[in-house]
């Protein structure tokens, strides 16, 4: 079993960053794909990144060359770093993790089996 936990939402400006982070306990996270999730209002959920065990990386591609996923195995953390945002990027993120020892990355939500609760992301104009 894992638990992961998302932190580092929040408020933030047109044009300005934020940096979630999702930390995962229970089990070693190195040989789990994870995925950055997020809902928007009115929207179905939709992967935005993910990052597999051999960290290979997919990106929404809306979101190419503005977010970057990344993960510490020795914090069992995954980082997502979203940099230009823009008030169509206020959602709901939420980190989701599968266990898998390929570089596949899974873009339905459906393929994760842990999630966590959801952190909310507010871009204002």
């Known amino acids: 079993q894992v638990q992961l936990v998302e932190s580092g939402g929040g408020l933030v400006q ?3 960053s934020l940096r979630l982070s999702c930390a995962a306990s ?13 809902r928007a209002p009115g ?5 935005v990144a993910g990052i597999s065990s051999a960290n290979t990386t997919y990106y929404l591609g809306s979101v190419k060359g503005r977010f970057i ?7 069992n953390t ?28 899974f873009t339905t939500e459906s393929h994760y089996n842990y999630w ?6 507010t871009v204002s104009s």
């Open 116 to 121: 966590g609760q959801g952190t909310q992301v």
């Open 78 to 105: 995954v980082y997502l770093q979203m940099n230009s945002l823009s008030p169509d990027d206020t959602a709901v993120y939420y980190c989701a993790a599968r266990l898998t020892y390929t570089q596949i990355i």
């Open 26 to 38: 229970g089990r070693t996270f190195s040989s789990y794909l994870v995925g950055w999730f997020r």
């Open 69 to 75: 996923i990344s993960r510490d195995n020795a914090k």
């Open 14 to 16: 047109a044009g300005g």
């Open 43 to 47: 929207r179905e959920r939709e992967l």
